[in-house]
């Protein structure tokens, strides 16, 4: 079975700083993968994705993410957080051309000091 | 226009009552889904409709059925509510099953009391 392994459940970043969060997945090919953010309240929204091809992915909100097969791994990061991203963040796995739904991380809450 | 919506944003009901809660989604795509976030905000797929057709059913108590009139909706019926059904409820919809980009609604907080 698959799973999404998101080891860090709090992170605390200074505006400005830049960001590096880690996903790690478990699945016996190369899944869909996915990040997400949610912010309190709200519902999820789509950061970015990788289905295949170049593996450094850009997103919106000047996020990008790095699939790397070896590691299994595929970390978010951005150069320079904003007081708006503090959120939840959420990677997410699908397997390639199945009918599973999403296999969500536990998650990692973002929060931006002044 | 809003592509995925839900009805009600909020339920607050008593234990042992049925509720359900209505799905909409205006983006013309063949999949949609059910997911439950519990209060430690994990996020685990319930259902997935395909066509009208159900292709997931995970570990879901049989309390819980869904039910798509057509392609555009997708509603969760939920019976004899109980105090561990208290979760925040996400619908969502996907082009077609497997692999491609799912579209979230807002979501639908049930406090069982």
């Known amino acids: 079975a698959q799973s999404v392994t998101q080891p860090d459940i709090h992170i605390t970043v200074s505006e400005g700083a830049s960001l590096e969060l880690r996903c790690n997945y478990s699945y016996g090919a190369t899944p869909y993968l996915f990040w997400y953010v949610q912010s309190p309240g709200q519902g999820l929204q789509l950061l970015l994705k990788?289905?295949?091809?170049?593996?450094l992915v850009q997103g919106i909100k000047g996020f990008e993410a790095e699939f790397k097969r070896s590691q299994s791994s595929f970390n978010l990061r951005k150069p320079s957080v904003h007081w708006s991203d503090a959120a939840e963040y959420f990677c997410a796995v699908s397997p390639p051309g199945g009918a599973d739904g999403l296999t969500f991380g536990k998650g990692t809450h973002l929060i931006i000091q002044p | 226009d809003t592509a995925v919506s839900q009805t009600p944003k909020y339920l607050v009901t008593q234990m042992g009552n049925d509720k359900s809660i209505k799905c909409e989604q205006n983006?013309?795509?063949?999949?949609m889904y059910w997911y439950k976030q519990d209060s430690k905000k994990f996020l685990k797929i319930m259902f997935s409709y395909n066509n009208k057709e159900l292709i997931i059913n995970e570990t879901v108590p049989n309390r819980f059925s869904p039910k798509s009139p057509d392609k555009a909706h997708l509603n969760l019926h939920i019976n004899s509510l109980e105090l561990g059904d208290s979760a925040v409820y996400f619908c969502?919809?996907?082009?077609?099953?497997?692999?491609?980009?799912?579209?979230f609604g807002p979501g639908t907080r049930l406090l069982v009391l």
């Open positions: 983006l013309g795509h063949d999949t």
């Open positions: 990788y289905f295949s091809g170049d593996t």
């Open positions: 969502a919809s996907s082009p077609r099953d497997g692999g491609e980009t799912q579209y």
